[in-house]
């Protein structure tokens, strides 16, 4: 299975701020790749597939970026209801798989 | 709009069985293939198993390969997971998912997720 590396896996930041979060696949996996944004006790929600495409709804102060191995996922200036926790999937292969996450904090 | 609403979770000793269901509605659900997706207590998601439109193609993860089985009635616009042998390690929120064009690996939909816990 594809494994997939979240860096970092918390940070702390302040409203207004640019948060980058890092997704590096085991081995590349072309631009089949999905970020999830999840706030405590909610469901997942769809921000990005296909590396950068933005799902309809989200806010466009949401960005990805990367293919073959190498993800970003930008948030351009953090908004109070931005902070969640994000996971990355690849969906190259099966099993879909998921990094491990990075909760988004409240400096 | 699309509304996927699972049941069928609850507490259940180990070695025993619970069958989830999932209740879709907002798109046509035959026309496209299902998840069903899960996330321990306090950890990351984990993808659990697919189903494709038709009912004829089925995949597992290695996890639960022999223990769950993944069906659904297009006519009731309901997926299922059929959860048998349950350990510990099951202990977790089951969420269905949608998937996004059919096929495609990623999930554009989920439901609110219910809660399976295995314990004696």
């Known amino acids: 299975a594809i494994q997939l590396t979240q860096s970092p896996s918390s940070l702390s930041t302040s409203v207004g701020d640019r948060v980058s979060i890092t997704c590096r696949a085991s081995?590349?996996?072309?631009?089949?790749l999905a970020w999830y944004q999840q706030k405590p006790g909610k469901t997942p929600n769809l921000l990005i597939y296909d590396a950068s495409s933005l799902e309809s709804g989200v806010p466009s102060r949401f960005s990805g970026s990367g293919s073959g191995t190498d993800f970003t996922l930008t948030i351009s200036s953090l908004q109070p209801e931005d902070f969640a926790t994000y996971y990355c999937q690849q969906f190259n292969s099966y099993p879909p798989t998921f990094g491990g996450g990075t909760k988004v904090e409240i400096k | 709009h699309v509304q996927l609403v699972e049941s069928g979770g609850g507490v259940v000793q180990p070695g025993r069985s619970l069958r989830l269901s999932c209740a879709a509605s907002?798109?046509?659900?035959?026309?496209?293939?299902m998840h069903w997706v899960r996330q321990a207590p306090g950890k990351g998601l984990e993808w659990v198993t697919f189903?494709?439109?038709?009912?004829?193609?089925?995949y597992y993860a290695d996890s639960v390969k022999g223990r769950f089985t993944i069906s659904r009635d297009n006519s009731r616009n309901t997926l299922y997971l059929q959860m048998d042998s349950l350990r510990a390690e099951d202990t977790a929120m089951y969420y269905c998912a949608k998937d996004s064009f059919g096929s495609s690996l990623w999930f554009d939909y989920w439901g609110q997720g219910t809660l399976v816990t295995v314990s004696s």
């Open positions: 081995q590349g996996i072309s631009s089949a």
């Open positions: 189903l494709h439109y038709d009912g004829n193609n089925k």
């Open positions: 907002g798109f046509t659900f035959s026309n496209y293939g």
